[in-house]
């Protein structure tokens, strides 16, 4: 947890071994959860699994503070910034900027290019929908700020799914069922519609032409929250980016998608890092998220107390995760888990080693 210049709290956790990559944070994360998610977790496996990842809860969601006095696009930024200098990734490192997360990506690749090796943007928009030529998406995304104060808080959850269905329409019932009770855990309704009405004044087109970095931007064909046409606007003004056109109408690219396949090759491809070509062994899937999560602290050699500190968690917690490793991998030892994880290929291909 790190406090920011105007006194918020953000939450913030790495995660995985490889080069350093920070995500810049989106629309409805939560640190804790997400690990569980049928949406996300296949994102973090990922991400873990190639990288050391960073990243963070937004202000106004997740484990960071829900009330601030401002939530506007300068904070991203400036929220960035504060957990590179708390997270203190090796330079230079990758930035992923999903959706609105493009926008304090894009801002600091352009004042510190000198740390950043690659600009990775997915779904991602320079300009909110206040910005942009488009009255009938205005309106309706006016429309459905109004439902968020109204509808939000409800039990009752026909607005959420509403919401949701738009950021995964091809999502299967379980994975709409979780993103719906993510909106009630995440954040309150009052909080939901400020984020959402600062996302329709956003704009950071102007810096498009001064980003130096090597840039890759994908974007899903059909995408129902950020149009198509956007990701290729800001492939066509960043000097010498790489577009790829992506085929989904999801938002959120699902596990079972070939565009995530996709995504994946592109990803390690842009970056140099070569896919692993054998899978972990399957002994690691005995592990609960939480457990897996854990050992793959443990493998990267920090204390329970690190541990604990980076997973929100207390030390007792870590402790009794780290008996049920033992007990599912047979194994007595730290250093007997920590050569198992890497012997065994942890994480490999979906993995989070």
């Known amino acids: 947890m790190l406090r920011t210049a105007d006194g918020v709290n953000l939450a913030w956790a790495t995660v995985g071994a490889g080069p350093p990559l920070v995500r810049a944070s989106t629309w409805l994360t939560h640190l804790e959860h997400d690990w569980n998610s049928p949406v996300w977790r296949h994102w973090l496996d990922f991400l873990a699994g190639h990288f050391h990842l960073t990243r963070y809860d937004e202000r106004g969601c997740g484990l960071s503070d829900w009330e601030a006095d401002n939530y506007s696009s300068d904070c991203w930024f400036s929220d960035f910034d504060a957990v590179v200098d708390a997270a203190k990734p090796k330079k230079p490192f990758a930035i992923l900027g999903i959706s609105h997360g493009a926008v304090a990506a894009i801002s600091y690749a352009v004042r510190f290019p000198e740390n950043v090796s690659h600009l990775i943007l997915c779904g ?7 910005e942009r030529d488009n009255s009938d998406g205005a309106k309706q995304f006016r429309a459905i700020i109004q439902l968020t104060r109204l509808g939000w808080g409800q039990e009752n959850p026909v607005y ?11 999502g299967t019932p379980e994975q ?3 993103f719906n009770e993510l909106c009630a855990k995440t954040t309150k309704p009052e909080v939901a519609a400020r984020l959402l009405e600062e996302r329709t004044r956003a704009n950071v087109e102007d810096l498009l032409p001064s980003v130096g970095v090597p840039t890759l931007v994908m974007h899903a064909t059909d995408d129902a929250v950020v149009p198509f046409s956007e990701g290729r606007r800001i492939a066509a003004q ?11 109408k999801n938002h959120v690219l699902l596990k079972h998608e070939p565009a995530w396949e996709r995504f994946k090759e592109e990803v390690l491809q842009f ?7 054998d899978a972990e062994d399957p002994i690691f899937s005995a592990l609960s998220p939480r457990e897996r999560e854990v050992l ?22 870590v402790r009794n995760h780290i008996t049920h490793v033992f007990e599912k991998l047979g194994v007595k030892s730290r250093a007997q888990a920590i050569v ?13 080693w």
Do not use: C, M
């Not at 959420?160 to 091809?170: A, N």
């Not at 970056?271 to 070509?277: K, R, S, V």
């Open 296 to 317: 793959v602290h443990v493998a990267a050699g920090e204390t329970n107390s690190q541990i604990g500190a980076k997973l929100f968690i207390s030390e007792k917690t």
């Open 238 to 248: 960043i000097p010498n980016a790489r577009f790829v056109q992506l085929e989904s």
């Open 340 to 352: 198992l994880a890497k012997d065994k290929r942890l994480g490999r291909g979906d993995g989070g």
């Open 271 to 277: 970056t140099g890092i070569e896919a692993a070509e």
């Open 124 to 130: 991602a928009y320079a300009r909110g929908w206040g």
């Open 176 to 178: 709409l069922d979780w």
């Open 160 to 170: 959420r799914q509403l919401f949701t269905s738009r950021f995964v329409p091809e």
